[in-house]
Every structure is written in structure tokens, then in C-alpha cells.
Nanobody, 125 residues
Framework: QVQLVESGGGLVQAGGSLRLSCVLS????????MGWFRQAPGKERELATV????????YYADSVKGRFTISRDNAENTVHLQMNSLKPEDTAVYYC??????????????????WGQGTRVTVSS
């Protein structure tokens, strides 16, 4: 049974930082690309960043580039999202997701087959 469990969300002031973590179980972590999506109230789910199963290959949406950093720890089956210089518009529920097998850099929700339950991030102005 594949599971993803996120942690690390919360309330932070604008300009602050948060670190999200997501632990994958039930499949070989090193073989799957991992992504972080977010969904703000009244908006569609959007991709924030992806870390490919191919080491060192990442993708960032323009809205988070330079502020967010994704990293993966294959030994701990964990993907982290370090979020710095947070803005009120970063407020959303953040979901981690595991890409389909052999998907090198999945950027569409359709490219993912397992999702976490989400963790809420609120950035106050």
C-alpha cells in the first residue's frame, strides 16, 4: 500500500520560512519523481516544484523560483520543500505526490498516481 504523509505546515508571517516534509512508503522511493503541488482557496491545484528520480534534475514554477528549494533524501524516503521569503499569495494547502513510473519530470497532475493528504500553509501579511 503506497502512502505519502506530509508534515511541516503552519502559520507564518510574510517573509518567513517553513519546511515541509513528505515520507513515501510502499514503493521504491529512488525510482519515482516527487512533486509538490498547492491549491489556494477557490483556485485550481498547481505545480510548485518537482524533483526527478534522476538526481539533480528539478523544476520550479516561476512563482516560487528563487524562494523554494526541493530536495530528496533517498535513504529516508523523504522529499523536503524549503520555503523562504514567503508571501501571502503562497497561502494554500500543499500536497506532495509521487510520479508514475519512468516519468522523469512530471509537471501535470495526471503524471502522478499517489498523493498525500495535504498540509496547510498560511502566510499572514
Amino acid at each position: 500500500q503506497v502512502q505519502l504523509v506530509e508534515s511541516g505546515g503552519g502559520l507564518v508571517q510574510a517573509g518567513g520560512s517553513l519546511r515541509l516534509s513528505c515520507v513515501l512508503s510502499g514503493r521504491a522511493f529512488r525510482l519515482y519523481s516527487m512533486g509538490w503541488f498547492r491549491q489556494a482557496p477557490g483556485k485550481e491545484r498547481e505545480l510548485a516544484t518537482v524533483a526527478s528520480w534522476k538526481g539533480g534534475v528539478t523544476y520550479y514554477a516561476d512563482s516560487v523560483k528563487g524562494r523554494f528549494t526541493i530536495s530528496r533524501d533517498n535513504a529516508e524516503n523523504t522529499v523536503h520543500l524549503q520555503m523562504n521569503s514567503l508571501k501571502p499569495e503562497d497561502t494554500a494547502v500543499y500536497y506532495c505526490a509521487s510520479g508514475r513510473i519512468q516519468s522523469q519530470l512530471p509537471v501535470s497532475p495526471r503524471d502522478y498516481d499517489y498523493w498525500g493528504q495535504g498540509t496547510r500553509v498560511t502566510v499572514s501579511s
